[in-house]
């Protein structure tokens, strides 16, 4: 009998984190108990039970609208209960339910690790190329700078004392209003 029960794991999010600490989640009949469900998991596949915990969870109200030819009918309608139970495996086993998802994960993080090698290379081979075209150019500057020790004395004169003249930024023309009509010189003043 215990191979016979329906054992339907509930594949979400929150059902694949508490995998991590060896609890799954099966969906189950309503008229099972937490012995048989035990049972049904350990001759299913292969795994010491440690605890099982099982909840009945009501179905939702919903709203039924039937239209058949010029009458509508608003019923109130629901969807089917059901039976969850949570399965706590003893130390060292494990169901295969989520090995897909972490295979999935690892190939993503290595494929993200490759590319990550070789932007890294790329990113060093272009540092050295700049580096290699800067150091021509840095050179010749430096020497000029040798060259010339002694800075020249600055000369005051009148032209230097005198503000330069502010020119006024130049105005752009916008546009305005629901019909996108140009603003007027005069508008703008």
Excluded: C
Aim: no cysteine; net charge positive.
């Amino acid at each position: 009998m215990s191979k016979t029960i329906a054992l339907r794991p509930r594949l979400n999010e929150k059902t694949y984190g508490l995998a991590d600490s060896r609890v799954y989640v099966f969906d189950i009949d309503r008229a099972v108990n937490k012995h048989t469900v035990a049972r049904a998991v350990e001759a299913q596949f292969e795994v010491k039970v440690s605890s099982v915990n099982t909840t009945n969870i009501p179905g939702k109200a919903k709203r039924v609208i039937s239209i058949s030819g010029k009458r509508q009918k608003n019923a109130e309608g629901s969807r089917n209960d059901f039976k969850k139970a949570y399965v706590t495996l003893a130390e060292g086993y494990a169901l295969p339910f989520f090995d897909a998802i972490e295979e999935e994960v690892q190939k993503e993080e290595a494929i993200q690790g490759k590319v990550d090698k070789a932007a890294a290379k790329e990113a060093a081979k272009t540092e050295k190329k700049a580096a290699k075209k800067a150091e021509p150019v840095a050179k010749p500057v430096k020497q000029a700078a040798k060259a010339v020790k002694t800075p020249e004395p600055v000369k005051e004169s009148a032209e230097a004392a005198e503000p330069e003249p502010e020119t006024e930024p130049v105005k752009k023309s916008a546009w305005r209003g629901f019909r996108l009509r140009k603003k007027s010189k005069e508008e703008d003043e």
